[in-house]
């Protein structure tokens, strides 16, 4: 694994959703080393701690790496409020991404909300991967179309205002009536990660999860983002910046 | 070039700049950035004579200039790091000091006395660590037991011995003059202060811990102020850290009263804090025509 720390300049900004931005960054470097499910850590104007946003596409050829985020803070709304030519403080690539399989290989991509879009470079890893979206209302969807360009997808709402109404584990239980993934992989909260290793181990089927935790240095050293995991019998504090953001779903102690 | 090397109780240093315990874990994940050799010390994850877990997550909340920690000391015990983490640190060019923290004297006396045979260059004690409720502030906020912890220790160590202080306490300079007096031959502070943030919508404390140590620019003036009147009371080298973020506040530090400086939450603005004080320090001090850093040391003129 390795990383670096720069200043990387904004080529392309969209809102693509009520407080979520989507931010296209000239980082050839980083973009060459990136896997799917890695993450960025960026410095906020006037904040002292830098905030992880997941990668949400990488274009190597390009050498840029697109970032989807909501404002969930006053940190993030400073994030916001960068424009196309402003520079991004980022330490990247950081944590060690989804495992893929060959791409002829049948994958279920399944997002929640803001995890949503690291799902998406690993859709496209695939040849015919199937994405499954959940958010809590019409106005929240996001990258629906993007997913569309590369696969199958299928949305639902909390609230029933768009696509199916109820949650991700909805749909994927209706899909695994028919068909038997070789692997899923999951980002969004907890709660929902934690239904979707019941069924994935239900169904015996291999599932990668993607965690979030409040997060200092990004790399491994402070020790702050901490998750239990249990590997081998063993219980263990794992941090989710260097042996995540990507768990085995089996390992990870909801 | 202006000379930056420093020598704190009988340890040369190739310059004043240390990274803080707990910030910089073994070294390994910054040596991705830059080599090692560039700091003049690194203070090593605080270490216990077992295994410990520490605390659950959230472990870290952010404050207006800095942050909070709660991370508990968890660490993978002084046998692990002698076997698995120092033969690789061992060659770094790199003054190594092991932070060593426990639950009783009797631990610390062992883990002073393992790291006592091994290639670490300087041993910090932790009496100072906020986050667990028995992992070491108690014995740093009184003179009796800073002191006798400091004898126990100091008689079964035979690296030079550094005592990390508590800004906890009502007189710092009081437990400053005790470990002095029972044999401590540097002291380092200051280590977090206690505080707390809540979630107004939750009513819940951010941390899982309720509580944690905070660090970063906020406590800076608190650290200068702190070194300043410890320097007054102690013969001994005083390592100053708290809130240091550039060179400017190194220099700062060391006119308080430092002999050299950590630096800690920093790192997490900015990996390369370190490397860009040691340059600025540099430059600053041929742009004075100081030519040995030790000059500025303890330098403020008090109205």
Redesign the interface.
């Known amino acids: 694994m390795s990383y670096q720390q720069g200043l990387y300049p904004i080529i392309e900004k969209t809102a693509i959703a009520k407080n979520t931005y989507s931010f296209t960054i000239l980082a050839q470097e980083i973009a060459e080393m990136a896997k799917p499910g890695q993450f960025v850590h960026v410095k906020c104007k006037g904040y002292f701690l830098r905030r992880p946003i997941s990668i949400c596409e990488i274009d190597r050829k390009k050498g840029t790496l697109r970032i989807v985020f909501e404002i969930r803070g006053e940190g993030t709304e400073a994030l916001s409020h960068l424009n196309v030519g402003d520079v991004v403080d980022m330490l990247a690539p950081l944590g060690n991404g989804f495992d893929i399989l060959e791409p002829d290989k049948k994958a279920v991509v399944i997002g929640g909300g803001i995890g949503v879009p690291p799902m998406l470079e690993v859709a496209k890893q695939y040849q015919n991967p199937m994405a499954i979206l959940g958010f809590r209302s019409a106005s929240a969807v996001i990258l629906e179309q993007d997913f569309k360009q590369y696969g199958r997808a299928a949305v639902s709402t909390d609230d029933g205002s768009y696509g199916r109404r109820g949650f991700v584990s909805d749909i994927l239980n209706d899909y695994l009536k028919e068909e038997t993934p070789d692997i899923i992989y999951a980002c969004g909260p907890a709660p929902m990660l934690k239904v979707l290793k019941q069924i994935a181990k239900e169904h015996g089927v291999r599932l990668q999860v993607s965690l979030e935790e409040r997060m200092g240095c990004g790399i491994g050293a402070c020790l702050v983002c901490a998750c239990r995991t249990k590997k081998d019998g063993k219980e263990s504090m794992s941090h989710v910046c260097k042996d995540g953001p990507v768990f085995e779903a089996e390992e990870v102690q909801f | 070039m202006a000379d930056l090397s420093v020598n704190i109780a009988g340890v040369p240093f190739k310059n004043p700049i240390i990274t803080a315990s ?4 073994f070294g ?3 040596e ?2 830059y080599p090692l050799s560039k700091l003049g010390g690194i203070s090593l ?1 605080g270490t216990t004579l077992e295994e410990r ?11 207006p ?3 909070l ?1 709660s ?1 508990g000391l ?1 660490n993978p015990g002084i046998d692990h790091f002698l076997k698995y983490d120092l033969p690789y640190l061992k060659d770094k060019d790199t003054v190594l000091i092991a932070n060593i923290a426990g639950h009783s004297v009797e631990d610390y006396c062992e883990v002073a006395e393992k790291v006592s045979d091994s290639d670490i260059d300087m041993v910090e004690l932790n009496i100072s660590c906020p986050n667990v409720k028995s992992g070491g502030l108690a014995f740093g906020v009184s003179c009796q037991s800073a002191g006798s912890i400091v004898k126990a220790v100091r008689s079964r160590c035979k690296k030079p011995l550094i005592v990390k202080l508590s800004p906890n306490v009502t007189d710092i300079t009081e437990i400053a003059r005790a470990v002095e007096a029972e044999g401590a031959d540097s002291v380092s502070l200051i280590n977090t202060l206690l505080g707390m943030r809540i979630d107004i919508q939750t009513r819940r404390p951010v941390l899982k811990n309720n509580v944690g140590g905070l660090s ?2 906020a406590v800076f003036p608190v650290a200068v102020r702190m070194v300043w009147q410890v320097k007054q009371a102690v013969g001994i080298p005083v390592i100053g850290m708290g809130g240091i973020a550039t060179w400017k506040d190194a220099v700062e530090m060391m006119m308080a009263g430092a002999d050299a400086i950590q630096i800690g ?1 920093a ?6 804090t370190p490397l860009k004080v040691a340059e600025g320090m540099n430059a600053w001090l041929d742009e004075q025509g100081i030519r040995h850093v030790s000059e500025i040391v303890g330098q403020v003129k008090p109205w």
Do not use: H, W
Request: positive net charge; aromatic residues 12%; charged residues 20%.
């Open positions: 707990g910030c910089f874990g390994k994940e910054y991705k950035l994850k877990a520490g605390n659950p997550a959230p472990r870290i909340a952010e404050t200039a800095g942050m920690n991370v968890q970063g620019p939450a790192l997490f603005s900015d990996a390369y």
